[in-house]
């Protein structure tokens, strides 16, 4: 069950082990605004799972994906920006990301 504030629009289970925090992984992901504009397109990402300078929103909504995975999520404001305007994400954005799991790293 997803943590109150991710809502799962679809999910591709993957074949590998479960992810879990102090895991290194290699995603690729996507991030966009509610309305449709994107943040971020096909960007390359490794980090340890629960590093906390990633956006809660986005460290949530990674919770039981597998390596081979992928997931298409919405993350509320208090989970992400809250009501902070930074650059072109509005106040009281509500995140859509895409996350494919690349690989679970030693």
Avoid: W
Avoid at 52 to 81: Q, T
Avoid at 86 to 91: E, F, Q, V
Wanted: with cysteine; glycine share 12%; net charge positive.
């Amino acid at each position: 069950m997803p943590k109150s504030g991710i809502t799962i629009v679809s999910d591709t289970p993957g074949a590998g082990a479960e992810i879990k925090r102090g895991d290194k992984v290699r995603v690729k992901c996507d991030i966009q605004l509610n309305r449709g504009e994107y943040l971020v397109q096909d960007q390359e990402l490794t980090f340890t799972v629960g590093d906390r300078e990633l956006l809660a929103g986005f460290r949530y909504g990674l919770e039981g994906m597998r390596a081979g995975g992928a997931r298409r999520f919405r993350a509320s404001p208090h989970l992400c920006y809250h009501d902070q305007q930074l650059g072109r994400i509005p106040k009281n954005a509500v995140l859509i990301f895409e996350i494919k799991i690349m690989e679970l790293l030693a």
